[in-house]
């Protein structure tokens, strides 16, 4: 059973841009916390951009000012404008409930989308 559903990687060239999606299941309850990460071959897996639902943002140094996170209720998107090579992995959803960070319990995590920067 998928709870968060990514759509939204592909292959762009350098320059380029895509727009990712993470749809949460209505069976979460209260998420507070969405976000996204990414993992390249060989690499760990780092956060990219999150929000919480006070709206507060946070990002990446690496992605400053090219990538821009929103959220519409149960779905987080990243928009991602100017994308590098070095930007190529598998992207993941993240969402923790408030209940979840109450109890410093596991987060929910999506499948991963691959995304692929390449001329």
């Known amino acids: 059973q998928v709870q968060l559903a990514e759509s939204g990687g592909g292959l762009v060239q350098p320059g380029g841009s895509l727009r990712l999606s993470c749809a949460a299941s209505?069976?979460?309850?209260?998420?507070?916390?969405m976000g996204w990460y990414r993992q390249a071959p060989g690499k760990q897996r780092d956060l990219v951009a999150s929000?919480?639902?006070?709206?507060n943002t946070n990002y990446a140094d690496s992605v400053k000012g090219r990538f821009t996170i929103s959220r519409d209720r149960s779905t987080v998107y990243l928009q991602m404008d100017s994308l590098k090579p070095e930007d190529t992995a598998v992207y993941y959803c993240?969402?923790?409930?408030?209940?979840?960070?109450?109890?410093?319990?596991?987060?929910?995590w999506g499948q991963g989308t691959q995304v692929t920067v390449s001329s």
């Open positions: 929000i919480t639902t006070d709206g």
């Open positions: 993240n969402a923790k409930t408030v209940a979840m960070i109450a109890t410093r319990a596991d987060a929910y």
């Open positions: 209505r069976s979460i309850f209260s998420i507070y916390f």
